[in-house]
């Protein structure tokens, strides 16, 4: 496929993604706003601001993990990760037998369970 000798480096930025999980934060923010604003002060409250919070933490480390996916193929190796390194592989250039462009719809970002 490729000898060791070559190099490729990209990084793809999510920017739908991104636009989306901030559509999510800001609406979340907004319900949970809304909602707090009509519950009197107590445990009930605190625990809504609580499940509030830990929903924007998630949507916000979503964005972050996700934001970002880079592919580099360098010294027999293809690796990728996204964004941070937290989730992350590799294969050797060795085991890769076929490689084709293909075109994709709209459709094939919604996941692997999809596609």
């Known amino acids: ?29 907004g319900i949970a706003a809304t909602s707090l604003r009509a519950m009197p002060p107590g445990p009930s409250r605190t625990v809504a601001l609580s499940i509030a919070g830990a929903v924007a933490l998630m949507v916000v480390a979503a964005a972050t993990i996700f934001s970002s996916l880079t592919i580099d193929v360098r010294g027999g190796k293809l690796d990728w990760h996204f964004t941070g390194n937290l989730i992350r592989s590799s294969v050797d250039v060795s085991d890769v037998t076929d490689v084709q462009p293909m075109k994709t719809s709209p459709g094939y970002g919604w996941g692997i369970r999809e596609t």
Do not use: E, R, W
């Open 1 to 29: 496929m490729t000898d060791s000798a070559s190099s490729y480096h990209h990084t793809q930025i999510g920017y739908g993604l991104l636009v989306m999980l901030a559509v999510g934060l800001v609406l979340t923010a």
